[in-house]
């Protein structure tokens, strides 16, 4: 489960961030503007909790940006409580509104209601840079282009990217690919998929972005938190 929590007051971050990180979460924490926007093009997010009153430009502007292409539920949480200000966040887009200061344990409880009633949002769909994996269908797409994978490239691409920000080791990965051809998957031919896959995937197959090798450990997709 991934939250986003963009808030320039980095004191109030990063103990929000803790306090769900010990519940379980995953939490990515964005600064301003841009580091937030960003990070949401580029992950996975389930819920976004967003100040209003950013550095550099509104919550109420990232939060219409947002909208454009997605509907992850969006809290904000600001000091900003007039009529006027709360009308103008769910007018943007927001799916609740929390005032500051706050109890952390009614924030985690407004959390837990809105992911429910929202459903989170759907998790067939993956998308990461210019990649987009169809989970139900099995479609790979890089940009405009279908890319066709084998079985068992399809099932590395989706242990890794279902634990994207996580190292997934190589022996987890032989256990998880028995059979996905309908034959054993030994070392050998786990590297041997692996460098296919990167083939079909990377810009560069010699300094890959998507599939990275954690030397000694195994593999991780992309960026490992």
């Given at each position: 489960m991934n939250i986003l929590i963009v808030e320039d007051d980095k004191l109030l971050n990063k103990?929000?961030?803790?306090?769900?990180?010990?519940?379980?979460?995953?939490?990515i924490s964005a600064f301003h503007y841009d580091e937030g926007y960003t990070s949401f093009l580029n992950n996975n997010i389930d819920l976004i909790l967003l100040d209003i009153n950013l550095k550099n430009k509104s919550g109420f502007t990232l939060c219409e940006e947002i909208r454009k292409k997605s509907h992850v539920p969006i809290v904000f949480m600001t000091v900003n409580d007039t009529e006027h200000d709360i009308?103008?966040?769910?007018?943007?887009?927001?799916?609740d509104y929390i005032s500051k200061p706050f109890s952390i344990a009614v924030l985690k409880q407004r959390i837990i209601a809105i992911l429910k009633?929202?459903?989170?949002?759907?998790?067939?769909?993956?998308?990461?840079?210019?990649?987009?994996?169809?989970?139900?269908?099995?479609?790979?797409?890089?940009?405009?282009n279908f890319i066709k994978l084998t079985k068992t490239e399809y099932k590395l691409i989706e242990l890794l990217t279902q634990n994207k920000g996580q190292v997934v080791s190589r022996q987890t990965l032989l256990e998880k690919l028995w059979d996905a051809d309908g034959n054993f998957v030994d070392e050998n031919a786990l590297s041997v998929n692996i460098?296919?896959?990167?083939?079909?995937?990377?810009?560069?197959?010699?300094?890959?972005?998507?599939?990275i090798t954690v030397f000694g450990i195994g593999?991780?997709?992309?960026?490992?938190?």
């Open positions: 103990g929000v961030a803790y306090a769900l990180i010990k519940d379980g979460y995953n939490v009308i103008k966040g769910f007018q943007t887009g927001c799916d009633r929202t459903n989170i949002h759907d998790k067939s769909i993956f998308k990461y840079k210019e990649i987009t994996i169809d989970y139900n269908m099995m479609v790979f797409k890089k940009g405009e460098g296919r896959l990167r083939q079909k995937i990377e810009d560069d197959p010699k300094n890959p972005k998507y599939v593999y991780t997709w992309g960026e490992c938190s």
